[in-house]
């Protein structure tokens, strides 16, 4: 099993530009999500979706856009990148399983940084 | 709501010495709690967790204890190496219907030799 992949690893923008940070994962979990990790501010969760053709936002949506149309792949947007989104991005999955909340697996994470 | 509130760091120590990294958190239910370690340049992997009252979550050396009546659950570390050094982060999850995980801020620890 690969568990959690994002591409691409590391990835310089300007601002303006628009990408797709893609999420990729084989363990067949309903849940996913994006977390952007800044200096200070810990894990901030953007969007997350409990299972295909859901999405929904978090914490810090704006600027962001998710689309989940196959169960194991879990994509996030940039239509028009700002310098307040430099950041490294993560990804993660979780199972569903009845009465327990179980661990959260986490991808290497994406670099990016906005001129 | 749900928090999870962490000691700041960075925590420093000499190898050998004992770590405590206090972690508690505040939930309207009845939360599994877990530690997780981001290694530098990678992503978060647990460490460890506990699903209910006075479960002993162990890995690596490292123990935690969850306990409900100081809503606690601080992580140690008997004799700490080089290659520990990392930030660590407090979590907690609630059973039934809730999707999001509580984080909290993270502590970097630093061991020197």
């Known amino acids: 099993n690969a568990g959690v992949t994002q591409t691409p690893k590391f990835r310089v923008l300007k601002t303006g530009q628009s990408m797709t940070l893609l999420c990729a994962q084989d363990m067949n979990h309903e849940y996913m999500y994006w977390y952007r990790q800044d200096p200070g501010m810990g894990l901030r969760l953007i969007h997350y979706?409990?299972?295909?053709?859901?999405?929904a936002k978090g914490e810090v949506p704006d600027g962001y856009n998710v689309s989940r149309l196959k169960k194991q792949n879990f994509l996030l947007g940039l239509e028009s990148a700002a310098p307040s989104q430099t950041s490294v991005y993560f990804c993660?999955?979780?199972?569903?399983?009845?009465?327990?909340?179980?661990?959260?697996?986490f991808g290497p994470g994406t670099r990016l940084t906005v001129l | 709501g749900d928090s999870v509130t962490q000691m700041e760091g960075p925590v420093t120590l000499s190898e050998e010495a004992f770590l405590t990294i206090n972690c508690t958190y505040t939930?309207?239910?009845?939360?599994?709690l877990f530690w997780y370690v981001q290694y530098p340049g990678e992503g978060l992997q647990l460490l460890l967790k506990a699903t209910k009252a006075d479960d002993k979550g162990s890995n690596k050396g490292f123990e935690a204890t969850y306990r409900k009546e100081t809503t606690s659950f601080h992580l140690e570390k008997g004799s700490v190496q080089v290659s520990d050094s990392a930030v660590y982060f407090c979590?907690?999850?609630?059973?039934?219907?809730?999707?999001?995980?509580?984080f909290g801020r993270g502590t970097s620890l630093i061991v020197h030799p």
């Open positions: 979706s409990v299972g295909e053709g859901t999405t």
């Open positions: 939930a309207t239910g009845y939360p599994s």
């Open positions: 993660a999955s979780r199972p569903v399983l009845a009465g327990v909340a179980d661990t959260q697996y």
């Open positions: 979590a907690l999850s609630e059973k039934g219907g809730s999707y999001i995980p509580t």
